[in-house]
């Protein structure tokens, strides 16, 4: 415990810490794509997936566990970061500039965090925590996304967790020291094709439903 506490006394070390958790969630979300693809093989292959998932027992409620402790920790620490930066300069330019390479993942991620944070919970409440008594993954997820109104706030969030992992992916590899100027080009590159492709992956979900179910 002692490390945690001097890793974030210090701003390099608090850096780290979102770096870690930031690329652990980046992980997570594409492995969590892979599996709600298997929504296009048809009911009984996404079942399928489903129950593989959930026989993981005691280690699958440790992974949420896990997740969720790495999520408190990103978010947490990235408040302290942003509350920092306010105090550090409290007055802003009267001109921004773009420099220092800074995109929209970078200047909006304190504001889409906040906002992946309350998609994350609906979503929670909508698909993890709800009685499946007489229902199942599959119809619980087509029935849902028939519906124009949750298509699109799912389809939003997405987007959102999509500006987000555009600038945190390449930013996290930055910050643990993998900045050299050969090779950052590339990882940005990257960058921007993964978010693109869990953009599009997961919104191409609501869509397919809507327009097949």
């Known amino acids: 415990m002692k490390w945690l506490i001097t890793t974030l006394n210090s701003s390099m070390g608090k850096k780290q810490i979102m770096a870690v958790t930031g690329l652990a969630f980046c992980l997570f979300v594409a492995v969590h794509l892979i599996g709600n693809l298997t929504i296009y093989g048809g009911r009984d292959l996404f079942l399928s997936y489903v129950d593989h998932l959930h026989g993981w027992g005691y280690l699958l409620t440790a992974a949420e566990w896990g997740l969720v402790l790495l999520a408190l920790l990103h978010m947490a620490v990235g408040l302290i970061l942003f509350i920092e930066n306010l105090r550090a300069r409290p007055v802003r330019y009267a001109v921004k500039k773009n420099a ?3 995109t929209i993942g970078s200047t909006t991620a ?3 965090g906040f906002l992946i944070l309350c998609f994350i919970v609906v979503h929670l ?6 009685d499946k008594t007489n229902t199942n993954d599959y119809l619980l997820l087509s029935d ?6 949750w298509g699109l706030f799912y389809i939003a969030g997405v987007v959102i967790v999509a500006v987000h992992v555009s600038h945190g992916f390449w930013s996290g ?11 950052m080009p590339f990882i940005k590159s990257v960058g921007i094709v993964f978010s693109v492709i869990i953009g599009v992956g997961f919104v191409s979900i609501p869509l397919f439903i809507f327009t097949t179910f």
Do not use: C, E, M, S
Request: charged fraction near 15%.
């Open 100 to 102: 220092g390479g800074r």
């Open 144 to 149: 849902t996304f028939a519906q124009l109104g």
């Open 125 to 130: 409440l909508k698909f993890r925590f709800v």
């Open 173 to 183: 590899f930055q910050t643990l020291g993998l900045n050299h100027p050969k090779y």
């Open 110 to 112: 304190p504001y889409t």
